[in-house]
């Protein structure tokens, strides 16, 4: 499976604006959909983004849709999380996995997260 390395978290005002990175070494990142997954304090894992090898679609959850793009520069085998008018019930731990959508739902490959990235949003 892909390993990735986030960053860009942060503490934010509700709001505000962040810019995730996921930063992968697979030589063949173009070959994966990639996508953004958070996990809440005490909830499980929720998607957020998937987009396509190519970064040509892209899916959004219903929670998300409309104040975060994702995209990606296969070149420079990176990923982006762009949070606009972010609110305080997306304050999580963002992680990136690779992805398929499926009957309207965004799922991870595998459900094997690496370390994260930590976003707050408070006042």
């Known amino acids: 499976q892909v390993q990735f390395v986030e960053s860009g978290g942060g503490l934010v005002q509700p709001g505000g604006s962040l810019r995730l990175s996921c930063a992968s070494s697979?030589?063949?990142?173009?070959?994966?959909?990639v996508g953004w997954f958070r996990q809440a304090p005490g909830k499980e894992h929720e998607a957020v983004s998937c987009?396509?090898?190519?970064?040509?679609?892209?899916y959004y959850s219903d929670s998300v849709k409309g104040r975060f793009a994702t995209s990606r520069d296969n070149a420079k085998k990176m990923v982006y999380l762009q949070m606009n008018s972010l609110k305080p019930e997306d304050t999580a731990v963002y992680y990136c996995?690779?992805?398929?959508?499926?009957?309207?739902?965004?799922?991870?490959?595998?459900?094997?997260w690496g370390e994260g990235t930590r976003v707050t949003v408070s006042s």
């Open positions: 987009i396509s090898n190519s970064g040509d679609t892209t």
């Open positions: 996995a690779t992805c398929f959508y499926y009957r309207d739902h965004i799922h991870a490959d595998f459900e094997a």
């Open positions: 697979e030589f063949r990142l173009d070959s994966y959909n």
